[in-house]
Structures are given as structure tokens and as C-alpha cells.
């Protein structure tokens, strides 16, 4: 059975990166297969400080691209806890897109990624 998270351990992440050329697609927008790669990125980051144990992930549930992130604009990346079972956790991750000179913010994106707790032995323990 699932329980909300502890609030007394770190829930939340937030990482930025600026966009560059080599991350994008051939419309100068940020690759969505980048842009997975930071959201699980985040979510294992944000899972980690929270459990202090080994973690994968299990799966991604639905990502939602809403607006693209151009070249030159930054990146953020929000996790957050949203459930801790017994041996894994949801971590929500959104991806925000904003223009660096402007401050105009935008959620580009927004999905959900499991993650397990596992020992050195590749087998799930409690969180």
C-alpha cells in the first residue's frame, strides 16, 4: 500500500540547464530523447536524496510535451515525491522552458517516473 510522502526528508529537486545547438532537432527545439533523459535525470536525483538508497527506474508514465523549448532558452527540471510505497516511489518531474533575457516561463513538459529501491544484489528493499 502506498503512503504519502515524509515530509521531513528532501521532496523536491530543481535542476536548470541552458539549451544548446547539440541538444536539439532540426528545428532548433529541444530533443524530446534529451529531454527524457534530464526528466529521469531529475527523477532519480530527487528519489535518491529522499530514500538514501540504490534506485532504477521502473517506468515512466505518461510524458505530456506541451511547448517546445528552443535553443538558447533554459531548462528547468522540478521533482517532486508524490507517493512512497513499499519498495518504490513516484517522483513527478515538470520541465519548464524560459527565454533567459525575458524571465517569460512556459511548463513545456510534465510526467510521472517510478523508481525502485534496490540492494547491491539487484533485488527491491524498503524505502
Do not use: C, W
Amino acid at each position: 500500500m502506498s503512503k504519502k510522502y515524509k515530509k521531513d526528508k528532501p521532496s523536491e529537486t530543481r535542476m536548470v540547464k541552458m539549451v544548446f545547438p547539440n541538444q536539439t532537432n532540426h528545428y532548433s527545439t529541444l530533443f524530446a530523447g534529451e529531454a527524457l533523459s534530464m526528466m529521469d535525470l531529475t527523477a532519480f536525483i530527487t528519489g535518491s536524496r529522499y530514500t538514501r538508497k540504490m534506485l532504477v527506474t521502473a517506468s515512466s508514465e505518461k510524458i505530456d510535451f506541451k511547448v517546445p523549448i528552443k535553443h538558447g532558452q533554459l531548462a528547468e527540471f522540478i521533482g517532486r515525491i508524490v507517493k512512497a510505497g513499499t519498495t518504490s516511489i513516484t517522483v513527478e518531474v515538470e520541465m519548464y522552458g524560459e527565454d533567459l533575457l525575458s524571465g517569460k516561463r512556459q511548463l513545456s513538459a510534465r510526467g510521472n517516473f517510478i523508481l525502485v529501491a534496490i540492494d547491491k544484489k539487484g533485488k527491491p528493499v524498503k524505502v
